[in-house]
Every structure is written in C-alpha cells, then in structure tokens.
C-alpha cells in the first residue's frame, strides 16, 4: 500500500468527501424547514395577487425568485458555517486528515457536499416555479382565446403574444444560475471565516453583516472613487469596504429580469465568471488560512 | 498572528484586483438597463427601515410588488392621493417594469381625473376641471418617467401616444409617440398606422399625414384598413390632390 | 539497517495563549524512535504532551521545531499517511452513517474502490467483531463499539504503523481487554503499533517499550519489564510452605544478611477480580 506514489489530487476523495457532506447536510432540520418554507412561498404565489395577469405573473415570479434567492442564501450560510466546527469537535476530522487526504481536498470536498445540495434545491425550486408558470399560463391562455372569440386573427395573436411575454422569459434561467452563483460565492466565504471564527454562531453573525455590506459594497465603491471629498478617514473606511467586501449587488438581476430586461449573453458569461472567481479565490483563502492550522 | 496578516493582505489584493473589473461590470449591467433604481433616504422613510433593509439586500421587486399590491387596495378605495404616493415608491423601486408606470399613469390620468371632475366635496366647477387637469399631468409625468428609465421598450410611448389622444386632445404629440414606439423593437404592428392616423387630425400637418398614410396604403392590401382608407380620402379632399394620383374609390 | 516505524528528533511545539504574553510549551526535545513490530507507549499523565506528540507524527499539527517521520517520510508530507491508521481518543465519526458505511466512506479516502473496498471493510467488520452490527447507524453504538469501529477504520489500508489515542479511556474493562487482545494480533501480524495512555497498568503486558512523558519532557523511556524491575531486589512466591520452611528460609536470610522487606500473601488485582466475575455472568455489553 505505502509503496503506492501518493497522488496529490484525487476526484475519488473529492468524491467520497462531497459525497459525505452531502449526505450530513440532507439530515439537517433547517434543510427541510427552509426547502418546505421556500416551496409553500412558491406555491403560495399563485394566490397572492388578484389583478390583471401581468401583475399576477410578475408577483409569482418576484416572490418565486425571491424565495428561491432567500433560501440559497441562507442556505449557503447555515449549512456551511456549521461544517468545521462540527468535525472539530466531534473529532472526526482527525480521523479524516490522519488519512492520506490533503487539506485543501477535504476542503473542496466540504464546499462542493454544499453547492450540490444548494444545486438540487435550486433545480427542485425552478421545476416547481416553472411548471407553475406553465400551468399558469395555459389557463389564463384558454380564458383568452375564449374571451377573443370573434375577434380578428392578429387581435388574437396580439392578445396571446401579450400573455406570452409576460409569462416565461428565457432571460429567466440565466438569472436562476446567477442566484446559485450568488450563494456559492457566500459559501464558499462562509467556508473561509469558519476556518479561524471560534464557533458557528459567530461565523453566521459575520455572515450576515457582510451579506448586507455587500449589498451596499458598490456604492462605497463608487463614492470612494468618484473623488467625493470628504475626510481621509471616510475616505479610508469607504476603500476598506469597497476592497474587502463582495459586491452582491452584481448578482441581484433577477429583480429586472422580471420586469422585462434582457441580458446579454456576454453580459451574463462575464457576471457568471465573476461569481466563479469569487468562489474560487475565496476557497483558496480558506486553504490559506486552513492549511497550517493545529487541529 | 503572520497568517492573519497574510490573509489580510490578500483580500485587500483581491479586492484591488477585482476593483477595475467590477467597475466595469457595473457599468456594463446599467447600460443593458439593471440596477437602475436609485434608493433614497427619503424612500427609507416612506416604506419603513425593514422594507429598506430588504430592497437593499435583493429583494427590491419583492418589496415593489407588495407597494403595488397596496396601491391597487388605495385605489379599491378610491384614496387618490396614496394611490399617487404608493405608484411613486414602486416605480422608485422598480423602474424597469412598464407595468407599474403604466398603471400608475392609467389610474391618475384616467380613474383619478374622471374622479375629480365629479368630485362634489370641490366649490365649483372651474376647480373640479383644474384638479382634472392636474390628474392627467400626474400621469403624463409618470409615462415621460418611465420612458427615460426605459427608452428601450415601446408600450409607454404607446400609453403617453393615447393618453395626449383621449386626454389631451394633441394629436400631433400623440403621432410622434406612435411613430417613437414604432421604431422600437417589439412594437406592436399598429404603432406606425396610429401614428399616420393621428397625424391626420392635427391641423397643419395635414401634407405629412398624407404622404404617410400614401406609403402605409402602397405596402399592400393588409394595411388599408377601413380607418386608414377614410382618412387618406379625407386628405386627399382637403389637400386637394389631383384625380389621377388619388386611390381607388371601392364603394362609389 | 531496518527504517524505524516512526522517528522523532527535537521535537519541541509550543503554543501560544492568545491575548497574553505568555506561552504554553506542551512538547520539549523530545527523541524517539519506534521500531517496526513494536508496540510502544506513550505514557504520562493528562496534558504531559501526549496527544500533542500523536497529532505532530500524524500531521495534524506543525512542530514549532525539530521532525517527525513515519517510515522515512516526514509527517508534513501528506503521502506519509499512506502507511498509517489512526484512532483518536472517544472518537464520534458521523452518527448517521452505518459501520459499514463508515469503512467504505474511509476507504474511499484511502483510495480504495469496489470488489477490493467490499472485501476488505467485511474483512475488518469481522476482525472487530460488528459483523451483526454493520447495517446500524453508529448513532445507536456503544462506546466500546465505536471504539472498535474506529480501530477498524484505522486499519482500513492495511497500514504498517497504527496510532491509537487513549485506546482504552472510557471502556469498561472488558471490552478494554478486547481492545488490548486487538492490539496484541495486529502486532502478531507485524503492525507496529504507538499508543498513549494515562493508565499504565493497562498497557504494561502489551507494550514492548514505553516512553514517559511529564510536562512535555521524555523522563524514562525503556524496555516494560527494564522499567518495573527494581534490580537489587528478588521476588519468590512459594507454594504450600510449611512454617519449617519458612523458619529456615529466615534462619539463611539472617545468617547472610539479607534484608526481608516484605512478606505477604499474593493477591490479584482488582481489575483481574472484576474480570473474573464478568466472564463467569456475561453481562449485557454493547447494546
């Protein structure tokens, strides 16, 4: 066995890691309680609004959407900060790093255990959202062609062509994948302060701060390069947030996707690599700060 | 204690690294029209610190939504003056949906005018017709808000090309509308007609209205409708174009 | 010239305590060496350095100063775990997995896969006797279960050295001496084995050698019996002595000046008492 060149990458740890981690998540309570929450609200949004169907369409989708962004997020959050501390203290990490595992793999492995589960989510969500939009859709579509009987062919493609518009919308997947994008990204940023905050609770607290700091990272950024005046010390807190902080607001399309905007392919790849590097580069500070760490 | 440090360094590098790339993102986003609402504090005072809290940390279509939903109740209620003050806050919120400027405009210009013309609380009727008066420009001033937050997208040039129709009676106005919709991509196939038509009611433009309607008539069969026909043989009567180049009379 | 199994020169770890100025040295220059097929034991009281010393050979922690090797590879090197198993002290694993799950998901870890993976986590379920139990959740084991289930998962690729954390802690003296019976057959089979306890009376039959640790320092290290022997002194237990012998025993004693410096009565230890009672009533274990 020993005699084996011990590989320094392997998928098939990765594997067995994510695999496990998957498995640990899927048995917590707040899974259930956020994914049955999430998909009520979903359901629920079918009811909520009683105006003309634009308008209901576009609450479904803003309070669908919206869901689905809420659970991800808090998901990405809660689920990662409780990883670490809870192989630290139930010992199981010794047992894990005392094999020939690396500990950058057994850190990939943790955050891709959470980006599958918040994947699986994401994709149970959608399928729920669509196939009510669809169904939605259709009835609303046979109540119309009943009201435009008698009326001339191209009132009734206008009449369908109106309702089509305001139902689906291609532009719809792309922001769903920005969303998942978006909660990897707090993951893997989760993943990062778990790594040296001395308990869960205090990784989730930071967590929260930073999602709404984040939030509001692009108008430091702006104010402190736009030569605003202003004291150096504001100045120097506005640099501080704008450098050390997420800009979260360039994941937040879906709020102008639903009310109609269209994004560009290009526009869509380079947010999309975006939210990649930010997981990434934040996976990799966990490596930095987990690498060296006494256990 | 050195590998805070480190870390500490490298996020500030990261973020160094990311500032120019995320500059531009965002101004790429804003050019294909996101991120256009501009959250004020004096929006902060009117929903409330939560709803504040909330549209900051992406839910803003959500927390429009829900003023809209509370708009449409005001207007259950005929209360006309939250009507105006919530349709503001959800177009503050959300000025990429056509819907809420375009409801907002409908309600003031249209429910809210009627309203006031009849509104027997008001002395007299001079006051009644300068309330209504004031209703339509309410709403005009939605729909000219609303097109500069979405100059790409022709429904409220369509809504401000009949609401200076019915409303304002300026046909010329209306016909420019039509015409700007017109040219936007998914604009209804009526948008050009409508503006042709238009244009034929508003006095001294009578020559322009005719070449238009001359060219829609010469595209064929499936635009000369009965309207499009009465029209141009109106013009043609009132510019006095010769016999020989005016169209066919079917009925006579 | 055989590699020794584990290799530790001028080991020193020292931790700081945040916030203070103060530091807390936990190892002191400690040298050892294990030879292969040896079981050797760490021993000294709780917080002499121990577990410290376990984690810096497997590691899970960076010395401040000096080296650890296993079989030649420095413990920084990731591949040198390759050849070792390990089971902390009170292991947990994950309560929802069921033992036989724990195996595969450790030998996956280890690279194992498929027929080989299978084979080999039946194999060490029956070594460790949870054959019965390989399909509950370790939620629902006892401590001396979870104990084995660890050994078992230690010994997942068939390592050459096993490292086991306070083996014994917690365990009730029979499944301790299971333990301890597990321990005696890996060596049979020529697994060195290194091992800590606070508890040397437990460790003393199985041990080829032991170190003492005391406060981060290595303060006797040797052979068992070279420890516990006292060298200027002879022990005889005689067997139906009838009061004549005795008589003349202490007749030669006091001609040659020998010095008497006890006399009693054999007496088992407690611990073989209790084991005694427990084997005659099979109490209910591990459930």
Not at chain 1, 192 to 207: D, G
Not at chain 2, 44 to 59: K, V
Not at chain 2, 101 to 115: L, Q, R
Not at chain 3, 10 to 27: E, G, Q, Y
Request: net charge neutral; aromatic share 8%.
């Amino acid at each position: 066995m020993a005699e084996l060149q011990h590989r320094s990458f392997s998928l098939g740890r990765i594997a067995a890691l994510t695999g496990n981690t998957f498995t640990e998540l899927v048995r917590l309570k707040v899974f259930y309680f956020l994914l049955i929450f999430a998909l009520l609200l979903i359901g629920n949004s079918l009811f909520m609004a009683r105006l003309s169907f634009q308008q209901e369409f576009q609450v479904l989708k803003d309070v669908s959407l919206g869901a689905m962004s809420i659970f991800t997020s808090l998901l990405a959050i809660v689920a990662t900060a409780q990883l670490l501390p809870r192989d630290l203290e139930d010992r199981t990490i010794y047992t894990i790093l005392a094999k020939p595992v690396p500990r950058y793999e057994y850190l990939i492995g943790k955050l891709a255990g959470v980006l599958l589960l918040l994947g699986l989510s994401i994709l149970a969500m959608s399928a729920l959202f669509l196939a009510l939009l669809f169904v939605r859709e259709q009835m609303l579509m046979s109540e119309t062609l009943r009201e435009t009987a008698g009326l001339r062919p191209e009132q009734v493609q206008a009449a369908i062509r109106s309702l089509e518009e305001s139902a689906f919308n291609a532009n719809l997947l792309p922001g769903i994948v920005i969303i998942y994008l978006k909660a990897a990204l707090l993951a893997a940023l989760t993943l990062f302060i778990s790594t040296f905050a001395s308990s869960n609770i205090f990784t989730i607290v930071v967590m929260v701060f930073i999602y709404f700091i984040g939030h509001l990272q692009a108008t430091a950024r702006e104010y402190w390069l736009q030569e605003h005046g202003g004291g150096w010390l504001a100045k120097t807190f506005l640099a501080l947030v704008a450098l050390a902080f997420p800009d979260l607001q360039l994941f937040n399309l879906v709020d102008d996707i639903v009310a109609g905007t269209a994004i560009p392919p290009g526009l869509f790849a380079q947010t999309a690599v975006l939210g990649c590097v930010y997981t990434s580069v934040y996976l990799f500070f966990a490596w930095v700060s987990f690498h060296g760490k006494a256990l | 204690m050195i590998r805070g440090v480190i870390i500490g360094a490298l996020l500030l590098l990261f973020g160094g690294l990311r500032l120019p790339i995320e500059s531009s993102l965002t101004e790429q986003h804003r050019s294909a029209y996101f991120h256009q609402a501009r959250l004020g504090l004096d929006l902060r005072e009117q929903i409330g610190q939560l709803g504040f809290l909330a549209a900051l940390s992406g839910f803003r279509s959500l927390v429009a939504d829900v003023v809209f939903i509370q708009a449409h109740v005001a207007w259950e209620r005929t209360e006309w003056g939250r009507v105006l003050l919530l349709f503001r806050q959800a177009t503050t919120l959300q000025p990429r949906s056509v819907l809420f400027w375009d409801m907002a405009a409908w309600h003031m210009a249209w429910n809210a005018s009627v309203a006031a013309l009849h509104d027997e609380a008001l002395p007299n009727d001079l006051v009644r017709r300068k309330a209504q008066r004031e209703y339509i420009d309410l709403g005009k001033d939605f729909l000219e808000r609303g097109i500069k937050n979405n100059p790409d997208r022709p429904q409220l040039y369509e809504s401000l090309a009949r609401l200076y129709k019915e409303k304002l009676q300026n046909h010329a106005a209306a016909a420019t509308c039509y015409a700007r919709a017109a040219a936007l991509p998914g604009a209804a196939e009526y948008d050009n007609r409508f503006a042709a038509y238009e244009l034929s009611f508003a006095p001294g433009h009578e020559r322009e209205a005719y070449e238009a309607l001359r060219r829609l008539y010469d595209l064929g069969e499936h635009e000369r409708l009965p309207t499009l026909l009465t029209r141009l043989k109106f013009l043609e009567e009132k510019l006095g174009i010769p016999l020989y180049e005016r169209i066919p009379d079917k009925e006579k | 010239m055989t590699e020794p199994a584990v290799t530790v020169q001028n080991l020193t770890k020292v931790f700081p305590i945040p916030f203070r100025r103060t530091k807390l040295v936990a190892v002191r220059g400690l040298n050892l060496e294990v030879a292969p097929g040896q079981v050797y034991g760490l021993l000294g009281p709780n917080g002499s350095g121990k577990s410290t010393t376990l984690k810096i050979i497997l590691g899970l922690v960076t010395a401040s100063a000096g080296t650890t090797k296993i079989f030649g590879r420095d413990s920084r090197e990731v591949g040198s775990r390759e050849a070792v198993g390990f089971l902390p002290e009170n292991p947990y694993f994950y309560k929802y997995l069921t033992g036989a799950e724990t195996l595969r998901f450790y030998g996956k870890l280890c690279g194992l896969r498929g027929k080989k993976l299978q084979a080999r986590t039946d194999e060490l379920l029956a070594l460790v006797s949870l054959e019965e139990a390989s399909d509950r959740r370790l939620g629902g084991y006892s401590k001396g279960m979870l104990q084995r289930i660890g050994l078992a998962q230690a010994l997942i690729q068939e390592p050459k050295l096993v490292v086991l954390d306070e083996p014994t802690a917690g365990v009730d003296p029979a499944g301790s001496r299971e333990i301890r019976d597990l321990i005696l057959d890996l060596k049979r089979r020529g697994i060195t084995v290194l091992l800590s306890s606070h508890l040397l009376a437990q460790v003393q039959e199985i041990c080829d050698r032991v170190g003492i640790l005391a406060n981060g320092v290595l303060v006797r290290e040797g052979r068992v019996e070279d420890l516990l022997a006292i060298e200027n002194q002879t022990e005889l237990i005689l067997e139906n002595a009838t009061p004549e012998v005795l008589g003349q025993i202490s007749a030669l004693l006091d001609q040659t000046k020998t010095r008497l410096v006890e006399q009693r009565r054999p007496q088992t230890t407690l611990e073989g008492l209790f084991l005694e009672a427990t084997k005659t009533s099979p109490a209910p274990r591990d459930s």
